[in-house]
């Protein structure tokens, strides 16, 4: 099984900045997407930003240039760094990741994937 754990939501003013975290614990997995998503109040989730292993990264536009998605990956963890905060950047927000569950046989290791949310963080970006 593999967790993740997000922290850094809180209350900022519009222009402010705030920095997610979200680490993956667990036996036995692997790590390869992780990301971020939100979801406002009455809207659907949507991505923010994710990241591949080897660091390519992918925002939505209305977030490109004011947040940056980061990994650490011998902690398995992700950051979202966030500038310029909106009003509008107002969310729960959520980490997801891509994982492979690894179980080593006798004669082989097989690798089931899986999908991971986090619990959610909010951000409140006040005008």
């Known amino acids: 099984q593999v967790q993740l754990v997000e922290s850094g939501g809180g209350l900022v003013e519009t222009g402010g900045s705030l920095r997610l975290s979200c680490a993956a614990s667990?036996?036995?997995?692997?790590?390869?997407?992780m990301g971020w998503y939100r979801q406002a109040p009455g809207k659907q989730r949507e991505l923010v930003a994710r990241?591949?292993?080897?660091?390519?990264?992918n925002y939505t536009d209305s977030v490109k240039g004011r947040f940056t998605i980061s990994r650490d990956n011998g902690k398995n963890t992700v950051f979202l760094q966030m500038n310029s905060l909106k009003p509008e950047d107002t969310a729960v927000y959520y980490c997801?990741?891509?994982?492979?569950?690894?179980?080593?046989?006798?004669?082989?290791?097989?690798?089931?994937?899986?999908?991971?949310w986090g619990q959610g963080t909010l951000v409140t970006v006040s005008s």
């Open positions: 997801n990741a891509a994982a492979a569950l690894v179980q080593k046989e006798e004669t082989r290791t097989t690798y089931r994937s899986v999908e991971v």
């Open positions: 667990g036996t036995s997995f692997l790590i390869i997407a």
């Open positions: 990241i591949t292993p080897d660091s390519t990264t």
